[in-house]
Every structure is written in C-alpha cells, then in structure tokens.
C-alpha cells in the first residue's frame, strides 16, 4: 500500500505563490504517474498536474504557464512537488496528491486511473 503524505498549501494572496510537496511512503517503482488534483467546494475534483515516468509532464489548461510540477527520488523516497505562481482566486481548493499504475497518457489527468490518494491539503487564494 502506497501513502501519501502531504506538506504546503496555506493561502496566499492573488499574484502569488506557493509550493506544494507530497512524499510517497512506500516503494513507489510498480507506479508510473504521480500529480496533484484539486477540488474546489461545490465542484468536481479536476486533474491540475501530474508527472509520469519521472519526466513527462501534464497540465491542465487553466494552470499552464503558472504552475511547475517536478520529481525527486532518494533511497526509495518518491518526492512530487508543485511550484504555484500568479496565483488566482479561481485556484483556491483542497489539493490532492495522487498515483497509480499503468495509467496511460490519455488518462494522466483523470482522477479515476489513480488508487492512492493524499488527505488533502488546502489552497487559499485571496482577491
């Protein structure tokens, strides 16, 4: 069983940034993508971005260009980290951190191809 372990989040005000971190517990080698989903009160949880095979990157259209999602790996530990800038209040939600299995390009975003989940951390953006 993989778990997920959330650091970051917090709030900030509308231009700008934060910086979002999840460490996996568990030997992560048999997981090919990992990422960040949000969700936002009132709507469904979205894909923001995710990283697959350590190098390809995902974004979903609203964050292009605002937000940075990177990889690390030491003994074992599997770090994703997301780098938020210019940030809005249309970004304010509950930030997950996701991985799975044999998740394929045309799934990276989607919510229902990972099986382990991070409890969330909250991301507030002020106007």
């Known amino acids: 069983q993989v778990q997920l372990m959330e650091a970051g989040g917090g709030s900030a005000p509308t231009g700008g940034s934060l910086r979002l971190s999840c460490a996996a517990s568990r030997n992560t080698e048999n997981t090919n993508c990992m990422g960040w989903f949000r969700q936002a009160p009132g709507k469904e949880r979205e894909g923001v971005a995710v990283?697959?095979?350590?190098?390809?990157?995902?974004?979903a259209d609203s964050v292009k260009g605002r937000f940075t999602i990177s990889q690390s790996q030491d003994n074992a530990k599997n770090t994703v980290s997301l780098q938020m800038n210019s940030l809005k209040p249309e970004d304010t939600a509950m930030y997950y951190c996701?991985?799975?299995?044999?998740?394929?390009?045309?799934?990276?975003?989607?919510?229902?191809?990972?099986?382990?989940w991070g409890q969330g951390t909250q991301v507030t953006v002020s106007s």
């Open positions: 996701a991985t799975g299995k044999r998740i394929t390009v045309a799934k990276a975003l989607d919510e229902e191809a990972y099986a382990y």
């Open positions: 990283i697959c095979g350590g190098r390809a990157t995902y974004y």
